[in-house]
């Protein structure tokens, strides 16, 4: 009922950029999107979080991305955006895209399967 799909990953050198997309696709006709986000994850690490945005438009980013990535959000077009800038070797990740929706008055999160970033010297 609920699908996330992200797109924009790939190679880049040091000090590029990349810029990831993510559409929600639902079949929930009163679906409610709020907070989306960028997560990311390095092999036999833990999911953490990179950036989200509210539906009022309230950003948190992690310290480490600050000043260089930049999330935005496109509701009409259900979708969510991070900007990449000055890209450097430990971004090397797994980026997934989350969403919280809410159908029926009932909240839930949904993920995306993932896009890869790799960034070489």
């Known amino acids: 009922q609920v699908q996330l799909v992200e797109s924009g990953g790939g190679l880049v050198q040091a000090g590029g950029s990349l810029r990831l997309s993510c559409g929600v696709s639902?079949?929930?006709?009163?679906?409610?999107?709020?907070?989306m986000e960028w997560n990311l994850q390095r092999p036999g690490k833990e999911r953490e979080l990179v950036a989200s945005?509210?539906?009022?438009?309230?950003?948190t980013y992690a310290d480490s991305v600050k000043g260089r990535f930049i999330i935005s959000r496109d509701d009409p077009r259900k979708s969510v955006y991070l900007q990449m800038n000055n890209l450097r070797r430990d971004d090397t990740a797994v980026y997934y895209c989350?969403?919280?929706?809410?159908?029926?008055?009932?909240?839930?999160?949904?993920w995306g399967q993932g896009t890869q970033v790799t960034v070489s010297s």
């Open positions: 989350g969403a919280r929706i809410e159908s029926a008055h009932r909240w839930e999160a949904y």
């Open positions: 639902t079949t929930l006709v009163d679906a409610n999107i709020g907070t």
């Open positions: 945005i509210s539906k009022s438009g309230t950003i």
